[in-house]
């Protein structure tokens, strides 16, 4: 138990410096977002806004996938080979990693942005990747 709970320690450290960019970035953008004197109406103003953070939001977790597929991490964490060859997209590769290495389903969703419906649903799709990579020895 100790030596998961280590893996998953430091996983998250892995992951800090692409979260910390992230919530940079986003602060930086909120602060810059136009003042709706740019908008006709609220509504355009919020759809422009939502359009701003759904497009951070896919390079947050861009970089995430690239984080988890890097040499050095992928040394330190050598099943993230088999997933990344999985043919699945990369937000799904991502779930199934961080399902796969012991990851509750709340904290994987807080950490790639997503709600916890949509991990379970994604777990419950790819139950048998999950299975087959992380039942395996080293």
Known sequence: MKSR????????ATLCSVMTDYFSDIMETARNLPRERNTQ???AYQSYSDGVFDDKTGLYRDSIYVALTSDEFIRHYPKMRKVAELPYPPFDKCIIFMIGIG?????TAKMLLTDKRTVMTIKSKRKKAIQQIFREKN
């Open 41 to 43: 109406d609220t509504v």
């Open 5 to 12: 709970n280590k893996k998953l320690l430091e996983f998250r």
């Open 103 to 107: 990851l509750e389903p709340n904290e």
